[in-house]
């Protein structure tokens, strides 16, 4: 079955580490997104990718880093400077055409980081 | 700039009846896509109803319906004969047509009760 997945399910973080977040889809979707959660939150968009190799930031891009190589993957780096990365993150996909992306997004399970 | 307003933090329905969850926008673009998704206690994002500013009809799936109001610029969701399952956060979205790619914004959600 076709689908978006992430890994790991829970992460935790010391103060000052890099940690990166995998987003794996086998969905042949060519849009790929990154948002974040709060408790209590809607979803805030870190950053996105239409194509592979181009990618652009979101509302919220300072102290995240993101690759996109290879069509299929989006992993998201949350780096040091990020200073309050206690979250969930959830991973996206959708078709780049028009017609298709009216379909809405299809998310992954999501991550829940916590730096301890 | 857009914007999704969701102003019912908690709601309660008795199962088997209809429930109605309120949404309002902000956009200057013509051209925009609204979208409802659920996030069960799981934490994974449902895709649940699509609905086109261009589009002459109310957007229906199954149980659900949005209730399309161009003028007031709101986009309701009606879930009719309400069930267990579907206890959980609703989260409005939407996608302006021609800035920003695809990227889609989120309200702060809905929290919804099925009382037994």
């Known amino acids: 079955d076709g689908g978006i997945t992430q890994s790991p399910k829970y992460l935790f973080r010391k103060e000052g580490q890099n940690v990166t977040l995998s987003c794996e889809q086998n969905l042949n979707h060519d849009a790929m997104y990154w948002y974040r959660q709060d408790p209590g939150q809607g979803l805030r968009l870190i950053y996105y990718?239409?194509?592979?190799?181009?990618?652009q930031k979101g509302d919220i891009a300072e102290g995240y880093s993101v690759s996109r190589e290879k069509k299929e993957s989006f992993p998201l780096t949350v780096t040091s400077a990020q200073k309050n990365p206690t979250a969930f993150y959830l991973c996206a996909s959708s078709a780049s055409d028009r017609a298709r992306a009216n379909y809405g997004y299809t998310f992954g399970s999501g991550t829940r980081l916590t730096v301890v | 700039a857009q914007k999704i307003t969701q102003t019912q933090p908690g709601m309660f329905v008795q199962e088997k009846e209809a429930v109605t969850l309120d949404c309002t926008y902000d956009t200057s673009d013509p051209s925009y896509g609204l979208f409802w998704y659920k996030q069960p206690s799981s934490g994974e994002m449902i895709f649940l109803i699509y609905q086109g500013s261009y589009d002459q009809q109310n957007a229906t799936e199954g149980r659900y319906s949005l209730n399309f109001q161009k003028a007031r610029k709101s986009a309701n969701l009606v879930i009719s004969a309400s069930q267990l399952g579907d206890s959980a956060m609703y989260f409005c979205a939407m996608r302006e047509g021609h800035t920003g790619g695809f990227k889609t914004i989120f309200g702060a959600g809905t929290r919804l009760f099925v009382k037994a």
């Open positions: 990718s239409q194509i592979v190799n181009d990618f």
